[in-house]
C-alpha cells in the first residue's frame, strides 16, 4: 500500500524542512539510525510505530500527507470553523482506516518474516548447564 520509494521522498523532505540529518532525525523520534537508512533507500516499508513517532514530534506533518502523499506539508493550522474543517474530518477517517489497513500489514509481514526464519534454522547442537558447573552437549 505504501509505496517505499515515495515514502523516501517524503522523508528527505522532512529532513530538508527541518534541517536535520538521518542521524539527528532518529535521535529526534528515538528510533534506530538503521531502520531510517533502510527507510531512505527504499529497502523497508514503514511500520506503525514509526509513522506515528514521526507524526507526534512533528506536527507539520500530516499523517495523510506522510502514508501517501496526498495533503500537504508542512500542513496549515486547522480552524475549527473553516468551510475545509469537514474535509478533515474526512480526512482523519480516512487516515484512521489507514492506519488500520498499515498496521494489519505490519503484522503480516512481521509474521510471516518469522515463520521464514524459522524453516531455515536447524538445531545444532543442545547444551544442559547444571548448577554444579557441570554441562552435557548434545549434537544433532
Not at 515514502?7 to 532525525?25: N, Q, V
Not at 506503525?48 to 493550522?77: A, D, I
Not at 480516512?94 to 526464519?117: H, P
Request: proline share 3%.
Amino acid at each position: 500500500m505504501v509505496n517505499s520509494t515515495d515514502f523516501a521522498k517524503r522523508i528527505e523532505k522532512i529532513l530538508d524542512y527541518y534541517s536535520l540529518s538521518a542521524t539527528a532525525f532518529s535521535e529526534a523520534i528515538d528510533f534506530n539510525r538503521s531502520t531510517i537508512s533502510h527507510l531512505i533507500s527504499g529497502r523497508n516499508k514503514p511500520s506503525l510505530e514509526f509513522v506515528m513517532k514521526v507524526v507526534q514530534k512533528f506536527p507539520e506533518v500530516e499523517l495523510y500527507w506522510l502514508l501517501n502523499g496526498k495533503g500537504v506539508f508542512p500542513s496549515e493550522e486547522n480552524i475549527s470553523n473553516s468551510p475545509s474543517a469537514s474535509i478533515s474530518r474526512t480526512t482523519k477517517t480516512e487516515s484512521s482506516n489507514l492506519l488500520k489497513v498499515l498496521q494489519k500489514e505490519t503484522e503480516t509481514s512481521q509474521l510471516s518474516q518469522r515463520n521464514s526464519e524459522e524453516k531455515q534454522k536447524e538445531i545444532d547442537k543442545i547444551v544442559i548447564f547444571y548448577k554444579d558447573g557441570s554441562f552435557k552437549a548434545y549434537e544433532n
